[in-house]
């Protein structure tokens, strides 16, 4: 196959492809977002938007960067104002050699003045010069995303530079890290990128919470301390996903929320489950046995201002709080002395279109805790029980309709003549609570829930 053959190269005979869509091509993979290095980008890219009947976009005024959308709203050409004099001098500024191969679109020659096509082969990241990470501290966690999506392994000199800039990692502004860490949360090797990146130290300035959970050392139920428990989680949630049907693959895929799929959040909040451990951290003088009371509500609350604060979005903030705070959820459902569809509905209900991703956490969790008290029948169990819940979900999830909506606000405020405040609210979650337990069904039943319930 010849790169020219994609449908929209096709048509252009000028400029350069470069970057990810190049390496992609060099890999056998499919891409739908085309890099083009060229001079007079704005011009090129208004001409190609008009020849292709596509949106033209304006990405980055400052850094001449446009964009082309086609009206299929998944291919895409990202238009950029070649740096240098010429196509040599460009690839000089990339990050890395397997990112600075380009394909001359008028001759049909790649251009490979670094080594980029030789390190894809051997399957090596190496930078181009140490300069550019002085230029943008940003590809020194670019250097971890890459190893987290492709898996290769860093040259001695990347090691090297990477020590010697890893001082530099929180210069770039919290967006653009965000971004980099919901790319590498959602790379095949994530678990590898974050065993890699907490050698240099990396990881604690991240997430400052780590330099507390690598104070919880292992106890007779978890064989790991407590930040190698996550990042091992976050290792089963990679092999649970590898090796799941299609169903279940096609919905951790979806972007449901914050540009990426649910995979890559899911494994975000596999890494930080269990970040309110060690403020819930105790030691029992009787039994010497380790416990973490309410370490689910805790580490829920906790994550909202860390994640904040790296500029994560309030909808993917929420998933990772969600997550965080009913990751032991589905294990008590299914403990439950008497399991029965209407417990295993309550859950379902409850969670609604999280359902696989909180039980995907729950299962990963056992997986990744094997201390001397837990023997392999208890984690078959487990996982057999969860297995079952996940079943019952998929047999019932197309016949699922939203809970009506019985009363609203401001007739549950007449009812009870009270106004707005924190009461109508607790009301509100109460009556929603009954409906999902089954106790509330009509609207008869809800106008006598709320009169009768007592302030």
Request: net charge negative.
């Given at each position: 196959?010849?790169?020219?053959?994609?449908?929209?190269?096709?048509?252009?005979?000028?400029?350069?492809?470069?970057?990810?869509?190049?390496?992609?091509?060099?890999?056998?993979?499919?891409?739908?977002?085309?890099?083009?290095?060229?001079?007079?980008?704005?011009?090129?890219?208004?001409?190609?938007?008009?020849?292709?009947?596509?949106?033209?976009?304006?990405?980055?005024?400052?850094?001449?960067?446009?964009?082309?959308?086609?009206?299929?709203?998944?291919?895409?050409?990202?238009?950029?104002?070649?740096?240098?004099?010429?196509?040599?001098?460009?690839?000089?500024?990339?990050?890395?050699?397997?990112?600075?191969?380009?394909?001359?679109?008028?001759?049909?020659?790649?251009?490979?003045?670094?080594?980029?096509?030789?390190?894809?082969?051997?399957?090596?990241?190496?930078?181009?010069?140490?300069?550019?990470?002085?230029?943008?501290?940003?590809?020194?966690?670019?250097?971890?995303?890459?190893?987290?999506?492709?898996?290769?392994?860093?040259?001695?000199e990347l090691k090297e530079a990477v020590g010697k800039y890893k001082n530099l990692i929180l210069k770039p502004a919290k967006e653009r890290i965000s971004y980099e860490l919901i790319k590498l949360f959602g790379g095949e090797y994530a678990f590898q990128?974050?065993?890699?990146?907490?050698?240099?130290?990396?990881?604690?300035?991240?997430?400052?919470?780590?330099?507390?959970?690598?104070?919880?050392?292992?106890?007779?139920?978890?064989?790991?301390?407590?930040?190698?428990?996550?990042?091992?989680?976050?290792?089963?949630?990679?092999?649970?996903?590898?090796?799941?049907?299609?169903?279940?693959?096609?919905?951790?895929?979806?972007?449901?929320?914050?540009?990426?799929?649910?995979?890559?959040?899911?494994?975000?909040?596999?890494?930080?489950?269990?970040?309110?451990?060690?403020?819930?951290?105790?030691?029992?003088?009787?039994?010497?046995?380790?416990?973490?009371?309410?370490?689910?509500?805790?580490?829920?609350?906790?994550?909202?201002?860390?994640?904040?604060?790296?500029?994560?979005?309030?909808?993917?903030?929420?998933?990772?709080?969600?997550?965080?705070?009913?990751?032991?959820?589905?294990?008590?459902?299914?403990?439950?002395?008497?399991?029965?569809?209407?417990?295993?509905?309550?859950?379902?209900?409850?969670?609604?279109?999280?359902?696989?991703?909180?039980?995907?956490?729950?299962?990963?969790?056992?997986?990744?805790?094997?201390?001397?008290?837990?023997?392999?029948?208890m984690v078959e169990t487990n996982i057999t029980g969860l297995n079952n819940l996940l079943k019952f979900y998929m047999s019932v999830k197309d016949t699922l309709e939203p809970l009506p909506k019985l009363l609203d606000g401001l007739e549950i405020m007449?009812?009870?003549?009270?106004?707005?405040?924190?009461?109508?609210?607790?009301?509100?979650?109460?009556?929603?609570?009954?409906?999902?337990?089954?106790?509330?069904?009509?609207?008869?039943?809800?106008?006598?829930?709320?009169?009768?319930?007592?302030?």
């Open positions: 196959m010849n790169i020219k053959d994609d449908f929209i190269l096709s048509e252009i005979n000028e400029g350069y492809l470069v970057g990810g869509s190049v390496r992609d091509f060099l890999c056998g993979k499919v891409f739908v977002d085309r890099d083009i290095a060229i001079k007079g980008a704005e011009k090129f890219a208004g001409d190609i938007a008009n020849k292709l009947d596509a949106t033209f976009v304006v990405l980055d005024s400052e850094n001449l960067i446009y964009r082309v959308v086609l009206k299929d709203k998944i291919n895409y050409l990202d238009i950029t104002e070649m740096q240098g004099e010429t196509i040599e001098d460009d690839l000089m500024r990339r990050d890395f050699t397997i990112n600075a191969i380009a394909f001359d679109l008028a001759n049909g020659s790649f251009i490979d003045i670094v080594g980029g096509q030789n390190d894809l082969k051997n399957k090596v990241l190496r930078q181009i010069q140490d300069k550019n990470f002085e230029d943008d501290p940003l590809r020194i966690l670019r250097a971890f995303r890459f190893m987290a999506t492709t898996g290769f392994d860093f040259a001695p990128a974050l065993v890699n990146a907490d050698k240099y130290g990396i990881l604690e300035d991240l997430f400052p919470c780590i330099n507390e959970m690598k104070q919880v050392p292992p106890n007779t139920h978890h064989h790991l301390d407590l930040f190698h428990h996550s990042l091992e989680t976050v290792r089963n949630i990679e092999l649970l996903y590898l090796n799941s049907d299609e169903n279940i693959k096609k919905h951790l895929d979806i972007v449901s929320f914050g540009g990426f799929p649910r995979i890559n959040h899911l494994k975000l909040s596999a890494f930080l489950h269990d970040i309110g451990k060690f403020s819930t951290w105790i030691i029992e003088e009787d039994t010497g046995r380790h416990r973490f009371i309410k370490h689910d509500d805790v580490g829920a609350k906790m994550c909202v201002p860390l994640l904040k604060d790296l500029k994560f979005s309030k909808k993917q903030i929420e998933y990772v709080s969600l997550m965080i705070k009913n990751h032991i959820y589905p294990s008590n459902v299914i403990s439950s002395l008497e399991l029965t569809d209407k417990i295993m509905m309550r859950y379902v209900r409850k969670m609604n279109d999280n359902v696989i991703d909180n039980i995907f956490l729950a299962k990963a969790d056992r997986l990744s805790a094997r201390g001397v008290d837990i023997t392999d029948e007449e009812i009870k003549n009270i106004s707005q405040s924190p009461l109508l609210g607790k009301i509100i979650n109460e009556l929603h609570e009954a409906q999902l337990n089954g106790i509330v069904n009509t609207r008869d039943e809800a106008i006598e829930f709320v009169n009768t319930y007592e302030i």
